[in-house]
């Protein structure tokens, strides 16, 4: 079947604008997530949404970014007022979750490489 | 806080050589272990995983992990490695008591097999 999805693939933004990261999660799949991976380092964790509950939102590195699951299933990620620090590969990943074990694999998209100017 | 070490960052061998990556955590709680890789142009996926059970677990590919609860480590090997093998291999961590079973991942391991 379908695996996660994301889009696009490519963003090149300019300092101060707006963008918004889509993703697709495997149908189904009650829990996703997104991760943020800079250039030569693991992906770090943004933020988790189960069904279209944010039940975890710690790893947000500041107010500009915000993330919305209104009918838990497809999500997006904005990010306001985009910064150089910004450039990075953004990644979504899903899982079933139906029972909330730790344990469950987490399947990744492809990522949205961000590169802001 | 959580962490996850990987000591190699990058690890060239020839074809049919065993591989040993090492991977450490730092967390006191029950947590579970997995390893991803990303093979070039292609999408993170699942290795292998520990949650319980037996400390030696095997995954795909004939690659097997080895936790070592004294040791918070959880070392991924292989014992002759192909040139297919050749990406970025990325070892996680998830902590049983952490709601959002959010993954902490190390930094990764380039790893380079040549024919």
């Known amino acids: 079947g379908a695996g996660v999805s994301q889009s696009p693939r490519y963003k090149v933004a300019k300092r101060g604008q707006d963008v918004a990261l889509r993703c697709d999660p495997i149908?189904?799949?009650?829990?996703l997530f997104w991760y943020q991976q800079a250039l030569g380092q693991g992906p770090e964790f943004l933020t988790y949404?189960?069904?279209?509950?944010?039940?975890?939102k710690s790893g947000l590195p500041s107010d500009r970014f915000f993330a919305e699951r209104p009918e838990g299933s497809v999500s997006t990620l904005k990010i306001q007022r985009t910064q150089q620090e910004d450039s990075a590969v953004y990644l979504c990943?899903?899982?079933?979750?139906?029972?909330?074990?730790?344990?469950?694999?987490?399947?990744f998209g492809p990522g949205t490489r961000l590169t802001v100017l | 806080a959580q962490s996850v070490s990987q000591h190699n960052h990058h690890v060239i061998l020839s074809e049919a050589a065993s591989l040993e990556l090492g991977c450490n955590y730092s967390?006191?709680?029950?947590?579970?272990l997995f390893w991803y890789v990303q093979y070039p142009g292609q999408h993170l996926q699942l290795l292998l995983k520990?949650?319980?059970?037996?400390?030696l677990v095997k995954g795909i590919k004939g690659f097997e992990a080895e936790f070592i609860k004294s040791k918070f480590s959880f070392n991924l090997r292989k014992p002759s490695v192909q040139w297919s093998d050749t990406a970025e291999y990325f070892c996680?961590?998830?902590?049983?008591?952490?709601?959002?079973?959010?993954?902490?991942f190390g930094s990764g391991t380039r790893l380079l097999v040549r024919p």
């Open positions: 990943a899903s899982s079933l979750g139906t029972s909330g074990t730790p344990e469950d694999t987490q399947y």
């Open positions: 149908s189904g799949h009650v829990s």
């Open positions: 949404f189960q069904n279209e509950a944010q039940l975890d």
């Open positions: 967390y006191g709680g029950t947590v579970n």
């Open positions: 520990y949650f319980s059970g037996d400390p």
């Open positions: 996680a961590v998830n902590a049983l008591r952490d709601s959002s079973y959010k993954l902490i």
